[in-house]
């Protein structure tokens, strides 16, 4: 019992201590402020009628002033850069960089936010090595900005776990699937008018993901599973939407067909490179109305690296937008490092073993 109480005296007093820091900015104005008070009331010279008493009562209340919106504004900056810290932490946490190889594979991705000073939003990706392939997962969530991160959490938190837990990339999709329907029936819970709020701010029925999922298999095949995300383009001899097949609806809209079937018609070959996008990067539009040309980008980006890809994009998206986007842009790039080795010929001086004579007749 005496433990505990000294502990809860010394986190009584360490919250204590973290108050009296903050508003330790204030305190300069504030005596600022009582020593105008006690000049205005308590000076019998500041009651002199006459211009040089009334200056001087002036620059004794401008200099107050000038004290007070200092040290709030020195308060806010401190604000400020905690709350940036939190955000890039909470992206390092979210959207983790991918590594820069991954099983041959050379990888990039990056993220522009809509939300001004944000520095996560609606987008997610994510790629991992597994048995069965690379698993790759780009993304979109209705909306941008902090409200579309608990969707994200929960997608992102489940493709970390059901890429390798799930042998077919269909029950790793259903999976993500699940994981939404949970999170929205919980968020429409705790925004329920019988839990103590309004209505809720974003109907469940207006909440929706698109997705795509990727599998890039040792030989260079492809599978994938579409959920009304955007095709990537993949880059080789020439810039080329990547066949996705027959799309399913985004997650969220309607439930899954019984059956998933990954279409597997794609190939990525030794040296190409894949650019998988969010629907942000070919909507964004200028100050005219016309929309960012993301093809004639990435041809001139033939032959760069994946990060390379990635900052060429951003800045040309920066520069056509004039720094004004009106939808979140992520890039998940991904180029083939694998070396193809030819059949090798029989070493020399080794001979084929001739067959066993027949016995026949």
Partial sequence: MIRTSRNGRGRAGTALGARL????????????????????FGCPLARQPGLPMRIATSIVFLTVGTGLVLGVRRQLRR???????????????LLRPPPARLDGLALAAGQ????????????LYEAVATPYGVRI?????????????????AVLGSFREAAHDEAELGGVLRRLERALQRHLRERARDEHPAGGGGAPEHPVAEEFVT????????????AVLDCGHPAPYRL???????PMGEPLPPLGVLPLPAALVPYTGGRLLPGETLVLHTDGAEEARDDRGRFFGLEAVLARSAGRPPEGVVRQVHEALLRHTGGRLDDDVALLVVRNDRVRVPAQPAEPGLRRPRPAPSTHC
Avoid: F, M, N
């Fill in 21 to 40: 820091r903050g508003t330790a900015p204030l305190a300069l104005p504030v005596g600022w402020g009582a020593v105008a008070v006690a000049w205005k």
């Fill in 236 to 242: 080789g001899d020439r810039v080329e939407r990547l």
């Fill in 211 to 222: 997705l795509l999922l990727l599998e890039v298999r040792a030989d260079g095949r492809l």
């Fill in 79 to 93: 604000e400020l850069v905690r709350v940036r810290a939190v955000a890039e932490a909470t992206q390092q946490v």
């Fill in 137 to 153: 997962v780009i993304g979109d969530v209705r909306g941008h900005g902090l409200a579309a991160l608990g969707a994200v959490v």
């Fill in 112 to 123: 522009l936010s809509a939300t001004r000073g944000a520095s996560v939003g609606g987008d």
